[in-house]
């Protein structure tokens, strides 16, 4: 069984990536999908909001084999394999493998097999490596029998984010409304087609090496990365800053996409952000909800009037309950995952 992968990416951070994703998970589990989630941020910041820091200093300091995304794949920099991830069970249908502080100690083990795995012989461990975060991924849903894997990761293009995205099925992209998610968004269609090349190179050579039926149970990730659309963050926005603003860079978006993400130079120059059908969806600024739901350790949309949650406020829980609603489904039909 394969679990498809889908990974938020941008590599401008601080666009609302993280919290996304945290609400997307709850919304999935909601709605009766099994849903795993592998932080491999290593800021670990979608751990710090399922788990307090109690628990997470816990799994931290013992340094369990398998109890973080790390202690998963870190045999590896040795003489060992893969261990079996240990899955925090946050929820009913909602399991997380945490994130690790320590995982950007395995960036120099990828970036030094990622030549290997080119080569004639002993192609094995390289591509074994290459593929250690699909290995632990596909083995953690396996074990609960997730139908989807949700994954975070830091805002860069690394080595640690490439063996990520040849990991992953789908990607969506968050984007914030300024100068700077404009650029990145730029940088990351071509980035993504150049792993998604390189990747595939990387396929045929061990399909056709020698050493490729010596290891008949071994399997590996497709390297897919099929972008399935864009998320406009309004969050990001200053509150006194003009509306003309925001709408000058949003405008922007639907062109950029298609032209870097698409790969379609032949684009229509007028198509409008809200009329766009690869924005998902706009995620609104929820204001004081956030904090609230900080406090409480649970999605805004499940905040009550014992948490606060009174008035106005109430209404923004069932308007933002809507808003989930609407993209978890949105994104189910993009990976035709049946709800
Ligand atoms: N929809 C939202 N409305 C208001 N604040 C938000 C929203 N989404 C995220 N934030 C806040 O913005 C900051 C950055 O969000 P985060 O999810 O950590 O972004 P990223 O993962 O892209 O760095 C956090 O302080 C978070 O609480
Ligand atoms: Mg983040």
Not at 257 to 273: G, K, P, T
């Amino acid at each position: 069984m394969r679990a498809p992968v889908l990974t938020f990416f941008n590599n401008k951070g601080g666009v609302g990536k993280t919290s996304l994703i945290y609400h997307l998970a709850w919304m999935f589990s909601s709605l009766r999908k099994r849903v795993v989630i592998i932080d491999l941020d290593p800021q670990a910041n979608l751990t710090a909001a399922f788990l307090d820091e109690d628990k997470i200093e816990s799994i931290w300091s013992q340094q369990n084999i398998g109890s973080t995304i790390y202690q998963c794949v870190k045999p590896l920099t040795g003489v060992g394999d893969i261990s079996e991830p240990i899955l925090q069970n946050i929820a009913t249908d909602l399991y997380l493998l945490p994130g690790d502080v320590n995982l950007s100690g395995y960036e120099d083990a990828l970036s030094g097999e990622w030549p290997n795995s080119m080569g004639d012989n002993n192609l094995y461990r390289p591509m074994r490596i290459l593929s250690s975060f699909w290995q632990v991924m596909q083995m953690a849903a396996t074990k609960i029998q997730a139908d989807i894997i949700l994954v975070d990761i830091g805002p860069n293009l690394g080595a640690i984010n490439r063996s990520v995205l040849v990991a992953t099925d789908y990607v969506v992209i968050p984007l914030g409304a300024d100068l700077f998610s404009l650029q990145g968004l730029k940088n990351l269609g071509p980035t993504l087609r150049s792993w998604k090349g390189l990747w595939q190179k990387r396929l045929d050579n061990w399909n056709g090496s020698t050493e490729k039926p010596m290891f008949p149970n071994f399997q590996l990730p497709l390297g897919l990365m099929q972008p399935i659309g864009y998320l406009c963050q309004q969050h990001g926005v200053r509150l006194d800053r003009p509306v003309k603003a925001y709408d000058k860079w949003v405008q922007r978006i639907p062109h950029v996409y298609r032209e870097s993400v698409l790969n379609n130079a032949l684009v229509a120059d007028n198509i409008r952000q809200e009329d766009d059908p690869y924005c998902l969806a706009t995620i609104k600024h929820y204001r004081s909800l956030i904090p609230m739901a900080q406090e409480h350790r649970k999605p805004i949309f499940a905040l009550t009037s014992a948490d606060g949650a009174i008035g106005s406020h109430a209404n923004a829980v069932q308007g933002a309950k809507q808003d989930f609603k609407e993209l978890a489904l949105k994104i189910a039909a993009q990976i035709q995952m049946t709800v």
